[in-house]
C-alpha cells in the first residue's frame, strides 16, 4: 500500500500539468549554402577548418546544427535553422542577412572526399548541391 500512494501522487501531478505550451514555437528549417571556404586537398590524419555561408531571411531565424551525413567518402552537409514562429521577425538583407560556420574536419581516409552542400531546391522540388572534390595526399 505504502508504494501505491506515491504512485497515486504522481500520476495525478503528471496529469494536472498544462500541456498547452505557452512559450516560443520553433520549426526547423533547411537554410541554402551561398558559399564554402574549403581546402583544395587534404593530407591523411590533419584536422582543417571548413566555413559555410548562408543568408538568415529574418530576424526570426536561429542557426540550430549543422546537418552532416556521411556515406563512405561522400558528406552531405546542410545548415538547420530554428524559425521562431512569431509576427514580429523583421526582414533581413545584405551583410545583416549573412552568417556563417566553420566545422573541423578529420581526414580518416584516403582517396578523394566529396562534400555536398546544400543550397535548395530547383523548379520540380529536387534538392541541389554545391559540390566539391577534395583530393587526399
Partial sequence: MKKIIPLLALF???NSCNTEDSGPRYQL????????DIPAEFTLGQTYPIT??????T????????????????????????V???????????ADAVDEYTFNFYVTSNGSYIFKFYQGKDDTGNDIFLQYEVPVN
Avoid: M
Fill in 52 to 57: 559555410v555561408r548562408f543568408n538568415r531571411p
Fill in 59 to 82: 530576424t526570426c531565424y536561429h542557426f540550430n546544427n549543422l546537418y552532416y551525413e556521411k556515406n563512405l567518402n561522400i558528406r552531405t552537409i546542410a545548415v538547420e535553422s530554428a
Fill in 29 to 36: 528549417e533547411f537554410l541554402p549554402i551561398e558559399s564554402v
Fill in 84 to 94: 521562431l514562429q512569431s509576427n514580429d521577425c523583421q526582414s533581413l538583407s545584405g
Fill in 12 to 14: 495525478f501531478i503528471f
